[in-house]
């Protein structure tokens, strides 16, 4: 879910920073941002993105507004986005003050992020299905969600509702488990180029197997277009705008460009290809919306940047995963008809408390256990490394010990 001029930082401190913030980040000048800010705009896009995907639930396909509200699936999209471009970030921003990535700090804060509410849900689904409220899931439905591979479920295997939107908390985990490592391997110079190379190699072949059906064959899938395989480039394509912002070179023409008139461009166009889908639509979808989101975050005086940044808004994102967790349990108008705390407003109002009390109750505070579990992790790490060498260090100590010698 972060380098040179994103802001003013005279007048707004900390931009690149997230409500999820586990470490110190920087601001776009490379300068030191405290961990408790964060980017006010991004809560308020997640917001955005966890409305658009409410709606597209809660709206029966025979709606007249149907046609409108599917095209709240595109808020997953943003969530990909905004992870893929924090995390790869923080990333890079831990390589720039430590002179290293500590990966194992890294999973210790992302289970203590991710894993709490996901598997307290799971659990209060299995209860409710145990005793009868809601109907029994089937043994590979709840571990493929709990291990994280639902979005490859054989489609052979009866699933319920309650648990298809782990497809994306799965796309997510994969992606941790394997861009970190890549990103250690090669460096952030190499992959500046790696990166979006990798995401173009996702494009083609989801072309392809779209066409084709070859995994298929081998391993039939319920929706085989959610598969991690087909969709990784979303989060991929904000790596790559977290990589940019971090060269001064592409910092800079991406500044201009977002900055310009162009990036009302970007957004008419983002519109059009919603009314108007075109060839790869969805590649130039995860094209268009990093921009767009960097757009709004370097340039805080748009009106659409104050927007996001009300109050309100930024509290149901900062909310936003604790209610995309539960919101379908009270918002089903896609799958069935709804009954009673599943009608509004009934559902809104169970929706918003149980993920107020998830968020504060839980979220917040195994955030913080997994901060400190994380920064003892790093402590124990870091007394066997070497300390980071800055450019032209060792070249003067060679120096020094030659005068001295002589």
């Not at 409710?128 to 590979?140: D, F, K």
């Not at 996702?202 to 779209?210: A, N, S």
């Not at 912002?245 to 910092?251: C, G, L, T, Y």
């Not at 921009?291 to 940044?309: D, H, K, M, N, Q």
Request: with cysteine; aromatic share 12%; glycine share 6%.
């Amino acid at each position: 879910m972060t380098n040179s001029s994103l802001h003013d930082p005279a007048s707004r401190p900390g931009r690149l920073a997230s409500t999820e913030s586990e470490a110190g980040s920087t601001d776009l000048r490379g300068e030191r941002v405290a961990e408790s800010s964060y980017v006010p705009t991004l809560d308020g896009w997640r917001c955005l993105a966890i409305l658009g995907v409410i709606l597209y639930h809660a709206t029966p396909p025979s709606s007249a507004f149907y046609p409108f509200a599917r095209q709240g699936f595109r808020g997953v999209d943003v969530f990909f986005s905004i992870s893929g471009f924090l995390i790869c970030s923080r990333l890079l921003d831990e390589e720039r003050r430590l002179g290293t990535i500590r990966l194992a700090s890294f999973y210790v804060r992302r289970a203590f992020r991710i894993l709490p509410p996901a598997f307290l849900y799971i659990a209060i689904v299995m209860i409710l299905g145990g005793v009868g409220i809601l109907t029994p899931m089937p043994a590979l439905e709840w571990i493929s969600s709990l291990f994280f591979f639902r979005n490859y479920l054989p489609a052979s295997v009866g699933t319920s509702e309650y648990t298809g939107h782990y497809w994306s908390l799965s796309v997510e985990e994969h992606f941790y488990l394997f861009f970190p490592g890549l990103l250690v391997l090669l460096g952030s110079s190499r992959a500046r180029l790696a990166v979006p190379a990798l995401a173009l190699l996702v494009v083609v072949w989801r072309t392809i197997d779209g066409r084709l059906d070859l995994i298929s064959v081998i391993w039939p899938t319920a929706f085989p277009f959610l598969r991690t395989d087909r969709c990784l480039d979303t989060l991929l394509l904000g790596c790559a705008l977290a990589l940019l912002a971090q060269h001064p070179p592409s910092r800079r023409w991406l500044t201009r460009l977002v900055n310009s008139p162009a990036w009302y461009g970007l957004v008419a166009v983002y519109v059009v290809i919603i009314v108007y889908p075109p060839l790869l639509s969805h590649t130039i979808n995860a094209l268009l919306v990093p921009l767009i989101l960097f757009g709004t975050v370097t340039r805080p005086e748009r009106a659409v940047s104050r927007l996001l940044e009300l109050a309100p808004v930024r509290w149901i994102g900062r909310l936003s995963y604790s209610i995309y967790i539960w919101q379908t349990l009270f918002f089903v108008g896609l799958f069935r008809p709804p009954e009673f705390l599943q009608s509004f407003p009934v559902n809104a109002i169970c929706v918003l408390g149980i993920a107020s009390c998830s968020y504060y109750l839980v979220e917040k505070p195994m955030i913080a256990y997994g901060r400190r579990v994380a920064r003892s992790t790093g402590a124990r790490h870091s007394g066997s490394k070497k300390k980071p060498q800055v450019y032209g260090e060792h070249k003067a100590t060679k120096n020094t010990e030659s005068k001295s010698a002589q």
